[in-house]
């Protein structure tokens, strides 16, 4: 992989596996002065439970919810999808450091594809449909960062990130997804902090 000194324009693809379809929602809320953001990729029921099959079949807990109440009716009434029988498949859970470390990723990620960050990156929280282009570079951030303690090395991880190109993210998703690859987000996690001391 190479990394170019400047984040690429990165613009969603109406060539997404839904013709366009954002799937993923994020929310953002408030615990005890502490920020939290928990990203979900939104699929159909059948599919989702297949996921989590095979994931559960290598070790791997998988969380499914149901898509309003992981992020409340609202977000869905907008656009001409319908979403009857998709649920939220959780990516991850971050909060405080760990989620400002990656609040770059997430302004730029968003920006790029014209999503108004104010939901994630302001106090005020809320919820917001995502993407699929963005919505896998976002859970490259979560998946990536979520173990790890120094935050010099979440910063190295957020920047790497950003650097990335849609192909290089797409990858990477999958290798971090595949319930065959189990290390693929170590993998990821090496590539992108080993030059931290």
């Not at 099959?53 to 009716?73: P, Q, S, T, W």
């Not at 990156?121 to 919820?127: D, F, I, K, L």
């Not at 849609?166 to 990821?188: F, Q």
Request: include cysteine.
């Amino acid at each position: 992989m190479t990394l170019t000194s400047k984040p690429p324009q990165r613009r969603s693809s109406p060539q997404s596996s839904y013709g366009g379809r954002p799937v993923f929602g994020a929310r953002r809320t408030h615990r005890e002065q502490t920020a939290r953001a928990v990203l979900y990729e939104l699929l159909p029921r059948a599919q989702a439970e297949e996921r989590r099959r095979r994931c559960e079949r290598n070790g791997r807990r998988v969380v499914l919810r149901e898509r309003n109440e992981a992020l409340g009716d609202e977000v869905f009434e907008t656009g001409h999808w319908t979403w009857e029988d998709w649920v939220a498949l959780k990516v991850g859970r971050l909060e405080g450091p760990r989620f400002q470390a990656i609040l770059s990723v997430v302004r730029q990620t968003l920006d790029s594809v014209d999503v108004d960050p104010a939901p994630l990156a302001t106090t005020r929280g809320g919820n917001l449909l995502i993407p699929e282009d963005a919505g896998i570079r976002l859970a490259l951030a979560f998946v990536g960062v979520k173990p790890l303690q120094r935050y010099d090395r979440m910063r190295a991880m957020a920047r790497g990130l950003d650097r990335m190109s849609n192909e290089e993210c797409y990858y990477w998703h999958a290798l971090c997804r595949s319930p065959s690859t189990p290390n693929g987000a170590k993998a990821l996690r090496t590539l992108l902090t080993s030059h931290i001391d």
